[in-house]
């Protein structure tokens, strides 16, 4: 069975959409908090600039992450485990399959 095939019940959605949005909120709570910290030390220009392309790069990073796709989704849990914006137990209802593949990619 290929990834894009992978069923997902309801209570594996309402657990993946729970797990999903903990995550994204965690990494944006601590970018938000980076950010202050990063403009507070802003001295000159070049520094304004820095905090821009530092910015740009999160932004790349962070709408690539999160995408909320069931053919993807083992693969951005996966990462978001490896990470550390998730814990594998937050992930529980799963079926063990998908946990188990989580785990594994996650140790890749």
């Not at 019940?9 to 999903?20: D, P, W, Y």
């Not at 944006?28 to 740009?56: G, N, P, Q």
Request: no cysteine; glycine share 4%.
């Amino acid at each position: 069975m290929q990834m894009s095939e992978i069923g997902w019940s309801n209570i594996e959605e309402n657990v993946a959409k729970e797990a999903f949005e903990k995550a994204y909120q965690r990494e944006i709570t601590t970018l938000i908090e980076e950010v202050r910290v990063k403009a507070s030390a802003i001295a000159e220009i070049k520094d304004m600039w820095i905090l821009h392309d530092f910015l740009s790069a999160r932004r790349h990073d962070i709408d690539g992450k999160y995408e909320y796709r069931n053919s993807v989704l083992i693969f951005v849990f996966a990462r978001l485990v490896k990470e550390g914006w998730l814990n594998i137990n937050e992930l529980e209802g799963l079926d063990r399959d998908k946990l188990a593949k989580i785990t594994a990619l996650a140790r890749m």
